[in-house]
């Protein structure tokens, strides 16, 4: 099965393509980015800032249940059109990872399916590679807690 | 999805990483294998076990001895570490297309 959603990394490169083709009209596609609310529903972070236009900014924060700050992140609009672009600077807070530069694409395929091309650009390669590790050690973190868990219910 | 978290979950166990160090450079018996570790035998053989289920082990019959080697093929899929971040906005995207299909403009 081709994959819906991919990823273009080059060895030894400081920027990364996401691109992924969406059973949604570009109208519908371009929405989801444009409404802080929908952003929420899929970013599942609160929005707690989002200022489509050029030299507006955003913020997103997301809690755990117990009402803790577990990820903020920010960043600066330079360039809103919609249903064609969203250039914008993506930094998260209280982390060692400096500010990246995204420039998102919006395209039509046919009235029903559009594509979203999302090029990333890091501060160095070396950058690059720790933001794209973060979900395979997260993964890896996980395997750790549910090794844990299980050993608690074990005692 | 439960297979690729099976297979973290494997790796993520120190002896088991040390069994997979082991026979990356030959095939091995189970009681080969298990003289390199102070555990028992029966907890060795269970993390030779798990690690054959989640195929990062092969096993190879030779006369009456069972070896194991590593399935080199598999990993690599788990070193291939741009998966997971794949997934993650494969995963964020597949939600946002089923929200925006239910989505009704507000009159």
């Known amino acids: 099965m081709e994959l819906k959603t991919k990823i273009n990394a080059g060895d030894g490169k400081q920027e990364l393509v996401i691109t992924r083709e969406f059973d949604l009209p570009l109208e519908l596609l371009f929405k989801a980015y444009e409404d802080p609310e929908i952003v929420e529903q899929w970013m599942g972070t609160k929005v707690l800032k989002l200022e489509n236009k050029a030299h507006g900014g955003y913020r997103f924060e997301t809690s755990d249940a117990n009402g803790n700050v577990v990820f903020q992140a920010n960043g600066t609009i330079h360039e809103f059109v919609p249903n064609h672009k969203i250039t914008r600077t993506f930094e998260m807070e209280n982390a060692a990872f400096p500010v990246q530069l995204e420039f998102l694409e919006f395209e039509s395929l046919t009235d029903d399916t559009s594509k979203l091309t999302m090029q990333i650009v890091y501060k160095s390669v070396a950058c690059r590679d720790q933001v794209l590790k973060l979900p395979f050690a997260q993964g890896l973190n996980m395997a750790h807690n549910r090794l844990q868990d299980i050993v608690n219910k074990l005692k | ?107």
């Open chain 2, 1 to 107: 999805m439960n297979l690729r978290r099976d297979v973290f979950q494997a790796i993520a166990d120190p002896t088991r990483r040390a069994i997979l160090l082991l026979v990356a450079s030959q095939s091995m018996t189970a009681g080969a294998i298990a003289s390199n570790f102070d555990t028992a035998r029966p907890t060795v053989s269970k993390h030779i076990q798990i690690l054959a289920e989640c195929e990062l082990l092969e096993q190879e019959q030779n006369g009456r001895e069972i070896y194991y080697h590593i399935n080199a093929k598999k990993m690599k899929e788990v070193a291939d570490f741009i998966e997971p971040f794949r997934q993650m906005w494969d995963e964020r995207f597949n939600k946002l297309e089923s929200i925006m299909k239910q989505y009704k403009p507000k009159k």
